[in-house]
């Protein structure tokens, strides 16, 4: 099955910095997605993008997709406190999500 | 009111005991999904549903049974529970029609098996 895996796996950084992070995956896909999950909560869909897509916004989030390296980017513009959380990438297909091992971020005010 | 409500939200049992976490939800979204989160590991797919139906097993299903009541009720049941399977649980629900697998998560249920 299809799995993602984020890179790296926890950031810490200073409100009002940019925050990247990565995920591969390993077979081809219809879509890729990106979820936020605060402390013990339930995983909330931030963003799709579509494997003919290169990259998407929506608002501070900035998706890249590159299929020929099986690998997506996420990047949180001017981070806010609020936006500490775990942030999760699933490759979608097959009717199917597969989630990749999360990447916690930080963000101190 | 949410969308995707799982109940309980915490429970603590013992090992053998029989347990049962529902979940129901109001989006209209035919497919449902059972969850465990564990430290480190991500989410694990244990069980599927694509309509009342259609029951599928996921990655880790061993230990576990599902039962799809209702297009809007899905229930996870532990039929004899074991230490191994305190975790977080999440049920999620998505629409078909919309043909790219979001999901849309509910709460979650924090599960001790002492």
């Known amino acids: 099955s299809q799995q993602g895996e984020e890179d790296p796996q926890a950031l810490s950084i200073q409100e009002g910095e940019n925050a990247t992070m990565n995920c591969s995956y390993k077979?081809?896909?219809?879509?890729l997605q990106w979820y936020r999950q605060n402390s013990g909560r339930g995983l909330v869909h931030l963003i799709l993008?579509?494997?003919?897509?290169r990259e998407k916004h929506s608002g501070r989030l900035r998706v890249t997709l590159d299929t020929s390296k099986k690998s997506s980017s996420l990047l949180i513009t001017a981070s806010r406190a609020a936006d500490t959380a775990s942030y999760f990438c699933a490759t979608g297909g097959n009717n199917r999500l597969a989630f990749g091992k999360g990447n916690q971020v930080v963000v101190i005010p | 009111d949410a969308d995707v409500t799982q109940t309980p939200r915490n429970r603590i049992t013992k090992t053998g005991k029989r347990i049962m976490l529902e979940c129901s939800q109001t989006?209209?979204?035919?497919?449902m999904y059972w969850y465990r989160q564990d430290p480190g590991l991500g989410l694990r797919l244990i069980y599927y549903s694509f309509d009342v139906k259609d029951i599928n097993k996921g990655e880790i299903s061993d230990g576990y049974s599902v039962s799809r009541q209702a297009q809007a009720k899905f229930s996870l049941s532990l039929e004899s529970a074991i230490p191994n399977q305190t975790a977080l649980y999440f049920c999620a629900t998505s629409n078909s029609g919309k043909g790219t697998d979001t999901q849309y998560f509910g709460p979650g249920t924090r599960l001790t098996v002492l």
């Open positions: 077979t081809s896909i219809n879509n």
């Open positions: 993008i579509r494997s003919n897509e």
């Open positions: 989006k209209g979204h035919d497919r």
